[in-house]
């Protein structure tokens, strides 16, 4: 879904690369979780997540720091 272009209004990689951006939560589970997942749920895709070890990043810039 990343990789996607049709979906770089909701969702997409940083600079770097090493981390996402989800710029509206409202037309992401609307238009793309229903596409990849069994449901349209964004807590449920954030435990999912979480399960996978993503982190939080609070701060955007080099000096990125996990919450």
Do not use: E, P
């Not at 951006?21 to 807590?43: E, P």
């Amino acid at each position: 879904m990343l990789s996607c272009l049709n979906f770089s209004n909701y969702i997409k990689w940083d600079n770097s690369g090493i981390s996402f951006t989800i710029h509206d939560v409202s037309g992401f589970t609307d238009n793309v979780l229903r596409l990849y997942f069994r449901h349209n749920k964004f807590l449920s895709f954030i435990r999912s997540l979480n399960l996978y070890g993503f982190q939080k990043v609070i701060n955007f810039s080099n000096n990125a720091k996990k919450k």
